[in-house]
């Protein structure tokens, strides 16, 4: 049986998907802790790797070496950069940008990662399918497109605006471009998905108040694919 790595940021994002986990084992490492089960009859590893791409790479790449996993979710809850994706929607990555990474003054396109030389980080079309339907079957209205990471948390909307159109990305967040390329790099099936909580035009008090709902949804869409996984 294939297994899935599913990883999340907060508590809130993950703490109903390892609430229901089977046969839960656990292990630490670097402060991390795994869990290792079986998730609606599917063989799963479930963690929280805490904020920031540093904590999610690091996470991702403990997850690739110790458990081999076939494929990768990072889930969890984003700020909408497009007027297409508004509060509690889905946003499936087909890519993912770090838009912090910036080596322009030695000539480099702002974004581009040294070392792979790329901008755009490529997800997984199959699982971002499987994701949107399994959002659409729920009634939760899912958008494709690029998902910008940085270590920034963004509350201003002209900061917000400026991202989404230089990088021409549909959603803000701080974890997904770090597993992304921990799983490129690895050779490893990966895709990103995050509901919203905040809107183009919104701040902190719209993220404070519609996350829970956000995460709700992550966790809600993961159940209907994890069911229907080959």
Known sequence: MSLTGIIGAMDLEMEKLIGLLEGDETRVISGITFHRGT?????????VCGIGKCFAALCAQTMILT???DRVINIGVAGSLTDRLSVGDIAVASDVVQYD????AVGDPVGMISGINLINLPCSPALGEKLCAAAERNGIKAVTGTIATGDCFLASWERKNAIGEQFSAIACEMEGGGIAQACYVNGVECVVLRSISD???GGCEDYEQFKRLAAQHSS??????LRELD
């Open 39 to 47: 998730l609606f009859g599917r063989e799963v590893v479930l963690a």
């Open 67 to 69: 458990y081999h996993p």
């Open 101 to 104: 990474m910036d080596t322009s």
């Open 199 to 201: 809107s183009v035009n």
């Open 220 to 225: 809600t869409v993961m159940e209907t694919l």
